[in-house]
């Protein structure tokens, strides 16, 4: 079983990645780009067989070390 | 429109960040992992009205800055 995390800064929080990013874009002659924000994605594969109890297992790892929920939010994808 | 860009090693080639959070994570106790992997996810917002051309752009953003093609493998999705 695969759980998919992403995990990304909150709305407000500064993202000084995605701004240098985003000059690199533009110094690249990018054109239209209105904003952009980095994130991780984290894979995990899991043994787990039941996937609410895998889902549960992968919130509890976000809270405890993937994550900083102090300025960042994730969500967790459960594939199959 | 929004470019949601995930970008991740190739198969094969090491992760040492995803190692390194697969121990971190066995040591608090969480089991039944086999694998971690980590990756970056860049949300783009742009001003494009057709998602085709927004797909192209993209893609070349990812060819020239955003994508290490030598070890690094994309995808690029277009929410309306």
Redesign the interface.
């Known amino acids: 079983m695969r759980a998919i995390v992403?995990v990304?800064l909150k709305n407000g929080v500064l993202d000084p990645q995605?701004k240098a990013?985003h000059h690199?874009?533009e110094s690249?002659e990018?054109?239209?780009?209105?904003?952009?924000?980095?994130?991780?994605?984290?894979?995990?594969?899991?043994?787990?067989s039941d996937s609410e109890q895998a889902r549960k297992?992968v919130e509890?790892?976000c809270d405890?070390?993937?994550a900083n929920t102090v300025i960042e939010d994730y969500t967790v994808e459960i594939v199959a």
Chains 1, 2 share one sequence.
């Open positions: 992403n990304y995605g990013t690199a874009l690249l990018f054109k239209g780009i209105k904003d952009v924000r980095i994130g991780k994605q984290i894979v995990l594969e899991l043994d787990h297992d509890e790892m405890s070390l993937l």
